[in-house]
């Protein structure tokens, strides 16, 4: 945790913390999440995820980029999908932390939750 500066915590869920921080080596703002685990078993499971997390970035990466070359007078479909840019364990406290890329103004839920409260249908905003 020492290549981080927090700045602040930014959500709160079953499966941990997020915290907004900055990368000290390239200034980057970053969220990191920060997961206890109890045994090798979920630090697996852990490492997983990440790896899901990473196939399904990349997946849609290329799906956008082939859909955007195929047809150059339309836009593009809006995929956007968090990157996930590393992680690394302490062993000694036994937590596991996700770096993603930061996007501002809020979560997913906090999004459709609004969207909920416009009275906005889902399919009308894609």
Partial sequence: ???FEKIKKIGKGAFGTVYQMK?????RIVAVK????????EKQRFHKEVSVMRD???????????????????QPPFIHVVEP???FFNEDKDKAYLVLEYCENGDLR????????????ISEAV
């Fill in 34 to 41: 920060e997961v206890d685990y109890d045994s090798d078993e």
């Fill in 56 to 74: 399904v970035y990349h997946i849609l990466q290329q799906a956008s980029s082939s859909s955007s070359s195929q047809s150059s007078d339309s």
């Fill in 85 to 87: 840019l590393g992680y």
């Fill in 23 to 27: 990368e000290i080596r390239s200034q």
């Fill in 1 to 3: 945790m020492s290549d």
């Fill in 110 to 121: 906090q999004y459709i939750q609004s969207m909920k409260n416009f009275g906005t249908e």
